[in-house]
């Protein structure tokens, strides 16, 4: 299977704990993006990287969040101090962008955050 | 700015009947349109896409969606419904950046046998 692979799937942890999930992208794919989201909802933006650099992050992103793609491959979503509020469905995408216009963006399983 | 507004948060259709999803995008710039489908507790699928080439998209499992510029929409149609149809659909729209997409909220389908 060559699309987008996240570990773990689910993820129960206490409130207060921090938690790390990892997103493993298409291997030609240069962008990769995490989203939120939430019981009823549609997946809300969080960051976005292009290869290793870091290009944008939503304001949902709060300081406990932080993200990292190393090596322009595999990227990671920390959560620290896991509050009940985000529980949540932690969904990652990748896309390959040459030039300009847009991309089409592929989706991993998703991780599920259940904060108790 | 880019939104999309799905009307209809759930939708049944019997099997073999013609399923509609409505889609209305908002955008400051020609848009680029996008159907999602997402299966219980998965991720989302890509069923078509919109980038300006033309208006009516052809994507998978017989799903197509016509972009109209006078009416700000792309609504999603098949013309009979299968059991396996069944899903949350998502509408998303992206700026010519192609940074992000916005989700719209979702329509959940359901196909009564």
């Known amino acids: 299977d060559t699309g987008v692979s996240q570990d773990p799937r689910h993820k129960i942890t206490k409130r207060g704990q921090n938690v790390t999930f990892r997103c493993d992208p298409i291997?030609?794919?240069?962008?990769l993006y995490w989203y939120r989201q939430t019981l009823g909802q549609g997946p809300e933006f969080l960051t976005y990287?292009?290869?290793?650099?870091?290009?944008?992050k939503s304001r949902l992103l709060s300081d406990r969040f932080s993200a990292e793609r190393p090596k322009g491959s595999f990227s990671t979503l920390e959560i620290q101090r896991t509050e009940q509020g985000d529980s949540a469905m932690y969904l990652c995408?990748?896309?390959?962008?040459?030039?300009?216009?847009?991309?089409?963006?592929?989706f991993g399983p998703g991780t599920r955050l259940t904060v108790l | 700015a880019q939104s999309v507004t799905q009307l209809g948060s759930h939708v049944s259709v019997s099997e073999g009947a013609l399923v509609l999803l409505r889609c209305n995008y908002s955008?400051?710039?020609?848009?680029?349109l996008f159907w999602y489908v997402q299966y219980p507790n998965q991720g989302l699928q890509l069923l078509l896409k919109?980038?300006?080439?033309?208006?009516l998209v052809k994507g998978i499992n017989g799903f197509e969606a016509e972009f109209k510029k006078s009416e700000t929409s792309f609504h999603l149609t098949k013309p009979s419904a299968h059991m396996s149809d069944a899903a949350e659909y998502f509408c998303?729209?992206?700026?010519?950046?192609?940074?992000?997409?916005?989700f719209g909220t979702g329509t959940s389908l359901t196909v009564i046998p």
């Open positions: 995408a990748s896309s390959l962008v040459a030039g300009g216009g847009t991309d089409t963006q592929y």
């Open positions: 291997s030609e794919h240069n962008r």
């Open positions: 990287f292009q290869n290793e650099a870091q290009l944008e």
């Open positions: 955008s400051s710039v020609p848009p680029y």
């Open positions: 919109y980038t300006s080439a033309a208006t």
């Open positions: 998303a729209v992206s700026g010519v950046s192609g940074n992000q997409f916005y």
